[in-house]
Nanobody, 127 residues
Framework: QVQVVESGGGLVPAGGSLGLSCAAS????????MSWFRQAPGKEREFVAA???????????NYEDSVKGRFTISRGNAGNTVYLQMNSLKPEDTAVYYC?????????????????WGQGTQVTVSS
């Protein structure tokens, strides 16, 4: 049974940092694209960052423009875990953050291309 479980959300003041983790289990995810999305109240789910497999223990990262230079995505545990380090947080980063995994060839930034999703973790940045 495949499971995708996020952890690490919370409340942080503007300018602070927070790290999220996502563990996928039930099969190997080392060659999957694993990504982070977020959804703020009243808004659509949006892409944040993705890691795509490029070779053994090698992944390429992509970021949404508003988080470039502030967020860092990385993989661990033989590719079955994905992390998101968030620095210089802003109130507009407040959202529920979701981890997702995709084994298909579709665009990494489109939610419908992902087969597996976590339950989400709340990140709140106070002003």
């Amino acid at each position: 049974q495949v499971q995708v479980v996020e952890s690490g959300g919370g409340l942080v003041p503007a300018g602070g940092s927070l790290g999220l983790s996502c563990a996928a289990s039930g099969r190997t995810f080392s060659r999957d694209t694993m990504s982070w999305f977020r959804q703020a109240p009243g808004k659509e789910r949006e892409f944040v960052a993705a890691t795509s497999w490029t070779g053994p223990n090698s992944y390429y990262a992509n970021y949404e423009d508003s988080v470039k230079g502030r967020f860092t995505i990385s993989r661990g545990n033989a590719g079955n875990t994905v992390y998101l380090q968030m620095n210089s947080l802003k109130p507009e980063d407040t959202a529920v953050y979701y981890c997702a995994a995709s084994s298909g060839p579709g665009s990494y930034s489109i939610p419908r291309n992902y087969e597996y999703w976590g339950q989400g973790t709340q990140v709140t940045v106070s002003s």
